[in-house]
């Protein structure tokens, strides 16, 4: 009995870490937009920049803790940690390059609700996976209440191809979820410096030459910098370490669910800072995004 409830413990604080990481990660879009009112830049120059700032935060903060252990990978190991990265690239470049084709409400929309799909199908293959009724339900009411979140919303007039679009923002769904399952794969048997250092290292380096060719932003004013600071330091290296503290204690498709009340942050938080209005249609989502939550929650002390 006393195993049971510690068991039960770890993965409701796995829960709370998660719910942590998906918060932080819910301040990027205002702080980005902060930026975007401070200079002109590109979004691929700030996914760039949130990248490689992280890195040396990371790699200090691992020095520190695990000293020599912080590059005693095995050499199997290696290859999935460069796989975490080059997915971490990946998911950002077809993000971005989906927003012109079909505009941001409709590249957020099919990237969020496709991934715990990704997740859920491939986790049952590769990490045999059960997904359960309570699972299955939370799943669906997170994706109806982030459509109605994120909502209907009039299509841009410089969309290109929406079948591009909609293309690309599967690939980046795909590229989050393989990132999941391979952090859920590995949370186990390294610390999560280990693997994040290496991780966006690989990442950072990847995502310069489509930087470069989209013209990387090298001048901001100090405002600006510290804006980036606090996108390397907190949504990016904070909350990764929080996220995988999270999943190493509950399942990959508990963890894509979980961390779908992104959108809400960052939609009560254009409400409060940007004055954006949440409609009726959005209360009901977000109702649903937190009654999802709950029910995971439950699902997992009871």
Known sequence: MQVLKIAQTSASFGLLALLLAAMLW??????????????????????????????????????????????????????????????????????FGAIPQIGVAAATLVTLCAAPLWVALLAAVWLR??????????????????????GPQPASPTTASTGLGVGLALGSALGYAVVTLCSRALAQRYHPLQ?????????????????????????????????LLYLGAIPTAAAYVLYWLGIRRTLATVASLVTMIEPLTATLLAWIV??????????VGSVLLVGAI?????QLRS
Request: charged share 5%; net charge neutral; proline share 3%.
């Open 195 to 227: 693997s994040l250092v290496l991780g966006f290292g690989t990442g950072a380096l990847l995502l310069l030459p489509f930087a470069l060719a989209t013209g990387l932003v090298i001048r901001y004013p100090v405002a600006g910098w510290l804006c």
């Open 26 to 95: 819910g301040t990027v879009g205002i702080v980005a937009q902060m930026i975007y009112q401070m200079t002109d830049t590109t979004p691929l120059s700030i996914g760039f920049w949130r990248l490689t700032l992280s890195v040396p935060l990371l790699l200090s903060v691992g020095w520190r803790t695990l000293g020599w252990q912080i590059v005693q990978i095995a050499r199997g190991d290696v290859w999935l940690m460069l796989l975490i990265g080059a997915m971490t690239a990946l998911y950002q470049v077809c993000y």
């Open 294 to 298: 709950a029910l995971l929650y439950w």
């Open 129 to 150: 996976e059960r997904l359960t009724w309570s699972v299955a339900i939370a799943g669906v009411c997170a994706m109806f209440g982030t459509m109605l979140l994120v």
């Open 274 to 283: 940007f004055q954006e209005q949440l409609g009726g249609l959005g209360i």
